[in-house]
């Protein structure tokens, strides 16, 4: 109770002290964490620089927002620093629509229409260079395409690369007698020879009452035109009359008549074979097969034979 006297003694009591401290603690961090993802909260502008320029920073740290900054733009802008496609001289105009050409045009096609154009714009110098450059371009075009492969010759086979060929002689001129008296026909001797002996057989057909006289109009034709066939043109005057006469070639007369008559039998044989064992429609009769088929001997006999000598 003096004055030296010592204070009572304080007492804590943890259950008074402790939910302040609590909800101090707490409301505290609530604070910190919302301040933490505020935009106020990172540095900006000043402050970013300093920490960039901080030694205790890591070297990096400054440069790795600014590279990938960087690698993001390269991805997407993909495209859009190409170079400008570099121009022809002559524009955008297409060689071959201002030559008239295709693009497998040969050599002297594109030549020539380089000089049309050239004549037709004589005085133009500028305009004359141009379509030199458009020919060059077009002689450049085919050259890599010959290289590649895509352009192909129009010449099959050179004349020079071709493969030698022998020649093979038909069957009857290694027997000595057919040699000398078979011969192929030309198209106008063929035609001749095929117009007047088809009108013989046709007349038969449609009129078999006249078998017989077809028949013998048509032997007497194919005697003509093999006795005929080989001797050089008759020479005649202004008035188309013969301006010679030949004196008769008895040999020949000789095999003309055998071979006619050789050939003639045999389609007469073959006519006959052809009513007897065949069964024939009954609409065609019988003289019309006949003079078919002679008909047709004797269009073998002058189509495919010769009896005059060669000169």
């Known amino acids: 109770a003096g004055l030296f006297a010592s204070p009572p003694p304080l007492h804590w009591r943890p259950s008074q002290k402790f939910p302040s401290m609590l909800r101090s603690s707490v409301l505290c961090t609530a604070v910190c964490a919302a301040t933490a993802f505020s935009p106020a909260f990172a540095p900006q502008g000043p402050a970013l620089r300093t920490l960039a320029r901080s030694p205790l920073s890591p070297p ?3 440069c790795a927002p600014r590279q990938r900054a960087g690698m993001l733009e390269m991805a997407f802008s993909f495209g859009k620093n190409k170079e400008p496609e570099r121009k022809m001289p002559w524009g955008d105009e297409n060689p071959y629509r201002i030559f008239g050409v295709t693009e497998d045009a040969p050599y ?10 050239v004549a037709e714009n004589e005085g133009n110098e500028k305009y004359c260079i141009q379509l030199e450059m458009m020919k060059e371009k077009i002689f450049d075009d085919r050259l890599y395409a010959r290289m590649a492969g895509s352009l192909k010759s129009k010449v099959a086979e050179s004349p020079f690369d071709r493969k030698f060929v022998e020649k093979k002689d038909p069957w009857w001129t290694k027997v000595k007698w057919l040699a000398n008296i078979v011969r192929m026909p030309t198209k106008k001797y063929a035609v001749q020879v ?6 013989f057989i046709i007349a038969g057909i449609f009129a078999p009452q006249l078998a017989s006289t077809t028949m013998g109009f048509g032997f ?6 093999l006795y005929n066939r080989g001797t050089p043109d008759v020479v005649r005057d202004d008035m188309g009359n013969p301006g010679e006469s030949r004196p008769a070639n008895y040999a020949a007369l000789g095999k003309t008549l055998a071979i006619c008559l050789l050939f003639a039998g045999a389609g007469f044989s073959v006519g006959q074979v052809l009513i007897t064992s065949a069964a024939l429609p009954a609409m065609i009769q019988p003289d019309a097969v006949i003079n078919t088929m002679f008909n047709v001997g004797l269009w073998i006999s002058a189509m495919f034979f010769q009896v005059q000598d060669e000169d």
Not at 108 to 117: M, W
Not at 220 to 225: D, I, R, T
Request: proline share 0%; with cysteine.
């Open 108 to 117: 002297e096609e594109v030549e020539q229409a380089y000089k049309d154009l």
């Open 194 to 199: 095929s117009i007047l002996m088809s009108c």
């Open 60 to 62: 990096n740290a400054a």
């Open 220 to 225: 007497l034709s194919a005697m003509g035109f």
